[in-house]
């Protein structure tokens, strides 16, 4: 069954799109996605990092908006905050707006392109255990097309669509974690 997609959150600030630049915001924006309302050591656990590196950067998403507080747990030791998606759903960076807005959205794509890059040389120089014939672990594709408007919208959907579906197969009980990262853009000629 597909999943109702929720409204995404759009970020239209400076400031919000700044934030969410980073590698690690990236990271910890992916998996609010996937879990919903978590405490930083949840996401620390999803991300792979240590609960003290990421504290820096769910504060700044706090105090820009994207990121709010959706409560707090008992833990046996104090309380522990969970924080949530502000728009509940899904996180979308759009170019349009301020030349500001569209600086730091480019700024944003940059750092997600790095952090695929470095997890796809990470995933690419580990031994990859044996698997059946033909399947791929790493699979990096490129196309080019002169696109009218309507295919362009139909790749738009069916890049969601992909996206959605890897999000819906996600299965907290396996070990390692598939990255899929897409990016659309128009190319200009060299004249």
């Not at 769910?58 to 008992?74: D, H, I």
């Not at 949530?84 to 569209?102: F, K, P, Q, Y």
């Not at 196309?143 to 969601?160: D, F, H, I, K, T």
């Amino acid at each position: 069954m597909a999943r109702r997609r929720r409204r995404p959150l759009v970020l239209s600030r400076p400031a919000q799109v700044r934030a969410a630049s980073s590698p690690t915001a990236h990271r910890l924006l992916g998996a609010l996605e996937r879990l919903g309302p978590a405490s930083v050591r949840e996401l620390a656990e999803q991300v792979g990092m240590a609960p003290a590196s990421l504290y820096y950067h769910v504060r700044r998403l706090v105090e820009v908006g994207v990121v709010r507080a959706a409560g707090e747990r008992a833990t046996d030791r104090r309380p522990e905050t969970l924080y949530e998606l502000a728009g509940g759903g899904e996180v979308e960076l759009r170019g349009g707006g301020s030349r500001r807005v569209a600086e730091e959205v480019a700024r944003a794509g940059r750092g997600m392109l790095r952090l695929a890059a470095r997890l796809y040389a990470e995933a690419a120089g580990e031994r990859q255990p044996d698997r059946p014939r033909g399947r791929r672990r790493n699979v990096l594709v490129q196309a080019q097309g002169r696109l009218s408007p309507a295919a362009l919208a139909e790749v738009n959907r069916r890049l969601e669509d992909l996206a959605a579906y890897v999000a819906e197969q996600d299965d907290p009980e396996r070990d390692g974690m598939s990255c899929l990262t897409l990016a659309l853009s128009p190319v200009r000629r060299a004249r």
